[in-house]
């Protein structure tokens, strides 16, 4: 990944299109300050370009056991809500995102999508070593997965357009504060043609 003279490029063979939590049961929520429509279609923009390129498509899904005895319960000052068993296809992937059999699936039962999943292990044996980010929630699944990312030394791009949060400060704050630090943000369109030869 580099940025030339001529714009900002990414080789497809070394880049993972990494979305996070675009599932039934997320992605019927409100977003902000980007409409979760408006997050799809990108998404949906962004990895049928990324499939033509010959980039890798990573789809993440939450989820948890049926007992639910593996969910996070911390002390907390603002506890997580929850509102009793999760539907059947709470977790299913959005039929937007176009599954396609060579994509890798990663389910994880937290926000970020490294710990406790094989998707370390997906990218090194692929040398992906470019990741860029979409999906939601910016301030938690997708924060999460950054930091990690960035500790682990990957390479990180961030499709802006393509995300957004709970709620428009925390999604703000992660897009000018945190992911400039860590990789480069750039837009859905940007992201595109860096992906073209």
Known sequence: MSDSKLGFTLDPTHTAIVVIDLQKGIAQLPGAPLAMSTVIANTARLLTAARQAGAQPVLVHVSLSPDGADRLNPVADQAQRTA??????????????????????????QWGAFYGTDLELQL????????????????????????NAFELGYQLVFASDAMTGMHPDSHTNAIERIFPRIGRVRTT???????QP
């Open 84 to 109: 009793g068993p999760m539907p059947p296809d709470w977790s299913d992937l959005i039929p937007e995102l176009g599954y396609q059999p060579g994509d890798i699936v990663i389910l994880k039962r």
């Open 189 to 195: 369109d940007q992201v595109i043609a860096a992906l």
């Open 124 to 147: 090194r044996r692929r040398a992906l070593t470019n990741v860029v980010l979409c999906g939601v929630a910016t301030e938690f699944g997708v924060e999460s997965t950054a930091r």
